[in-house]
């Protein structure tokens, strides 16, 4: 249990919710809290000590940004995609574009 930082009620662990607190969860110590008393709900770091996994720690970090770039550039290819298929829906996709 970590005090709430509004009120310094209880906050208790809460369900992470959307792609960045997935990735902040991931990344770091931090976790979704919410608190009981004043309905308080944000991320609080970890009762963990960290500092000597501080390397393996930049690795997690390196990796979850390659993810995510990764995840990023999809997304845009299947949206660029999407666009491109729906202004020339008749058209063939070529390869080569002369813009
Ligand atoms: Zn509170």
Redesign the pocket.
């Known amino acids: 249990m970590i005090p709430?930082?509004?009120?310094?009620?209880?906050?208790h662990r809460s369900h992470t919710r959307g792609v960045l607190e997935r990735l902040t969860k991931a990344v770091t110590t931090y976790r979704a809290h919410r608190?009981?008393?004043?309905?308080?709900r944000g991320l609080l770091g970890a009762e963990k000590p960290i500092g000597r996994n501080a390397p393996r720690r930049k690795l997690t970090i390196l990796i979850a940004v390659i993810i995510t770039t990764v995840l990023v550039f999809a997304l845009m290819g299947l949206i660029d995609y999407t666009i491109d298929s729906a202004k020339n829906p008749r058209k063939k996709h070529s390869t080569a574009q002369s813009n």
Do not use: V
Request: aromatic share 8%.
């Open positions: 709430c930082p509004k009120c310094g009620g209880e906050a608190c009981l008393d004043c309905g308080w």
